[in-house]
């Protein structure tokens, strides 16, 4: 009778979690199937019930990129942001017209004595014959963040088929008959780098399958930016060679649509760990996304332009 008590309360306190704690690192076996499944703290799938952790990094890189939760007793929350990663190409010599600006085209916004400051959004309503800018006021924690009349400032402008980066004066702030500011004509235009797609910030846990066949997946990784056509995974170990195909699973909302998507992904590049035990990320092109898939990325991507990955401290 003893043994069986000792037996009924060892599972009960097994499966007797708390709804909204979070998983502790000891909690999670190692080489031992989940006797249930693990989620973020959105309530994303990150591990299913009987999945098998191999590493002790594959799970030290699960707590250092989720939250992770029994996905049985879980309550949702919401998700932190990443950090972006920036490189531009060499200056050219540009004009206003090159850029193809349109109006409501994503801009940011800084003053060129702050260097190390962020970008604020803000988009063009307007051309003048000069070439100057009308631009709606960009704004700093919810406020109009003020400009000075004679005021230099960098200006990173989100094209059609590039993204800018360029200098302007600051030629009026306006109230009437609606808030908008005037910038000069562009100067000192350079390319930052051309792309088939604009590529955004995001947090999203993707379950990946080594190879193009299979019903189960092998582990999680992180897509710290994503695109249209693909994005950049970060694991805990490199999934495979350049050329090489995973099956990978992850889930993209807005605001109106939220679609689970499942495919395979070609490996275009790799960059490894400069350590042991360093994660490696993989930049994914995924090539066989049906036209409701397509348009749940694009509709992703395009919610989220006020974040695109151009857009940080690091940008020179």
């Known amino acids: 009778m003893e043994n069986q008590a000792e037996a009924e309360a060892k599972a009960k306190a097994q499966t007797a979690a708390p709804t909204s704690a979070p998983l502790t690192l000891e909690a999670v076996p190692i080489a031992t199937p989940l006797a249930w499944p693990i989620a973020d703290s959105d309530g994303t799938l990150l591990f299913a019930a009987g999945t098998i ?16 939760h029994r996905g049985d007793l879980l309550d949702t929350a919401t998700q932190p942001q990443p950090q972006p990663d920036h490189r531009a190409a060499p200056p050219g010599k540009l004009t206003l017209n090159d ?21 604020h959004p803000c988009r063009i309503i307007g051309f003048a014959p ?22 230099n400032i960098e200006v990173v402008a989100i094209a059609s088929h590039a993204v800018f980066r360029f200098v302007c004066t600051v030629e009026a702030v306006c109230r009437a008959p609606l808030d908008y500011v005037v910038l ?18 995001a947090h999203l846990a993707v379950r990946f ?10 582990g999680v990784g992180l897509a710290k930016s994503i695109s249209a056509l693909g994005m950049s995974l970060t694991a805990s170990w490199t999934l495979g060679a350049v050329g090489e195909r995973l099956r990978i699973a992850f889930c993209v909302k807005s605001a109106e649509l939220q679609t689970d998507i ?20 993989h930049g994914l092109e995924l090539d066989q996304l049906d036209a409701s898939q397509q348009m749940a990325m694009k509709v992703f991507v395009f919610d989220r332009q006020d974040d695109v990955q151009y857009w940080s401290n690091g940008l020179k």
């Not at 193009?212 to 997946?217: A, I, L, N, Q, R």
């Open 184 to 201: 000069s004509k562009p100067g000192a235009i350079r390319r930052l780098r051309e792309r088939k797609s604009i590529r955004v910030h």
């Open 130 to 151: 000069n070439h100057a800018l009308f631009v709606t006021p960009p704004l700093e924690d919810g406020r109009l963040l003020p400009l000075r009349l004679g005021e």
């Open 262 to 281: 499942e495919t395979t992904a070609v490996i275009r590049n790799v960059q490894k760990g400069s350590a042991p035990g360093e994660p490696s990320t």
């Open 53 to 68: 952790l191999a590493t002790t990094d594959e799970r030290q890189f699960l707590f250092d990129n989720f939250h992770p």
């Open 209 to 218: 399958g080594i190879g193009e066949t299979g019903d189960s997946y092998e």
């Open 99 to 119: 850029m193809h600006l349109t109006i409501g085209a994503l801009i940011g916004i800084r003053s060129q004595l702050s260097s190390g400051a962020p970008m």
